[in-house]
């Protein structure tokens, strides 16, 4: 509980949940980056027809956006579940007190 009275704002900022969160969210994406590469060898059509179409900027920069999105969603739900079980110890502790 010291520990997250110390420590509580300083998760909550966006760069501190984007640096903890951002392993969560690269191994989110790289499996959809994976699956669009290979997707190339096991349908030949839509490899012939995406191709044709095929921009790999949005494709990097799609999963750029998926790894930040899951890695602050991620970080910031346990931060919201951490300090909902802070706030409920702090006030059995602050009824015990009283």
């Known amino acids: 509980m ?5 420590n509580r ?6 760069l501190t949940q984007l ?8 191994i989110f994406a790289i499996p959809i ?3 669009f590469l290979l ?11 995406g191709l044709s179409q095929f921009n790999p900027t949005i494709l990097i920069v799609a999963v750029i956006l998926i790894a930040v999105f899951v890695a602050i969603l991620n970080r910031r739900f346990k931060w919201e579940k951490f300090e909902h079980e802070y706030q409920r110890l702090l006030a059995k502790s602050k009824d015990r007190n009283h």
Do not use: S
């Open 33 to 35: 980056l994976v699956n």
């Open 9 to 14: 704002l300083k998760q909550k900022r966006f």
């Open 19 to 26: 640096t903890y969160g951002l392993p969560i969210g690269v």
């Open 2 to 6: 010291a520990y997250w009275e110390q």
């Open 39 to 49: 997707g190339r060898f096991w349908y030949k059509r839509a490899d012939a027809v």
